[in-house]
């Protein structure tokens, strides 16, 4: 149990297109999901946390009408990376965290951005 | 002062060994612990989870938690080569409402063949 999935895995795209990213809880209900950055041999950077029929929270330092979230039912979750350029490429992870599992957080598979 | 400190590593270990992780946290009133597992350029996978004091074990892995010295460590035992990756330790500080984990940067484990 506890499987999250993320699509796409992989994405190349031009630089001033926007990107949407999927998360899915798959055998369990999220009511909260949490999206990451990673880039290249550093740690997670939490972008923002989304909460199922209400507003994200963002981290600090991270542009809201950049990255726009959307956590429209309890299984599903999108980030939507608007207008990339090539600093955006990075490793967006997604997270849930399972109800009643004791704060235990499970992640996606990953979503490898490159905007050329 | 960082919340979540681990060493960076790399920790080298020979196949067979015990391999120690270490990870100390800032917030006493923390309540609960992760240790995670990344392989390079995947998502980090849970391994274990530790919420009282003392010892936790899994198959080859034992979490040990000390409160008091806000302290957490991981201990891998029978160390594989397959064992080699970034170990994350996470820790949900207390805050009294929302709960945000925070990770520390990750050990690098590579284990010797």
């Known amino acids: 149990g506890a499987v999250v999935s993320q699509h796409p895995s992989r994405v190349i795209c031009k630089s001033g297109t926007s990107v949407k990213i999927e998360c899915r809880s798959l055998?369990?209900?999220?009511?909260?999901m949490f999206w990451y950055r990673q880039f290249p041999k550093q740690s997670l950077m939490l972008m923002a946390t989304?909460?199922?029929?209400?507003?994200?929270?963002?981290e600090q330092g991270v542009e809201k009408d950049k990255f726009l979230i959307n956590h429209a039912s309890l299984t599903l979750s999108t980030l939507t990376v608007t207008s990339a350029h090539p600093e955006d490429s990075s490793f967006y992870i997604c997270?849930?965290?399972?109800?009643?599992?004791?704060?235990?957080?499970?992640f996606g598979p990953g979503t490898r951005l490159t905007v050329l | 002062q960082k919340e979540v400190e681990q060493n960076s590593g790399p920790l080298s270990v020979p196949e067979g060994a015990i391999a120690s992780l270490n990870c100390t946290y800032s917030?006493?009133?923390?309540?609960?612990f992760f240790w995670y597992r990344q392989y390079s350029g995947k998502s980090p996978e849970l391994i274990m989870s530790?919420?009282?004091?003392g010892d936790k074990e899994d198959g080859r892995f034992t979490a040990q938690l000390n409160k008091a010295s806000q302290y957490v460590s991981l201990l891998i035992r029978d160390s594989q080569p397959s064992d080699s990756a970034t170990y994350l330790c996470?820790?949900?500080?207390?805050?009294?409402?929302?709960?945000?984990?925070?990770f520390g940067i990750g050990t690098k484990l590579q284990v010797i063949p």
């Open positions: 997270s849930a965290r399972v109800f009643n599992r004791d704060n235990e957080q499970f």
């Open positions: 055998d369990f209900q999220a009511t909260t």
């Open positions: 989304s909460n199922e029929g209400s507003k994200a929270t963002y």
């Open positions: 917030d006493r009133g923390s309540q609960s």
């Open positions: 530790i919420y009282s004091n």
């Open positions: 996470a820790v949900i500080p207390f805050s009294g409402g929302y709960q945000k984990v925070t």
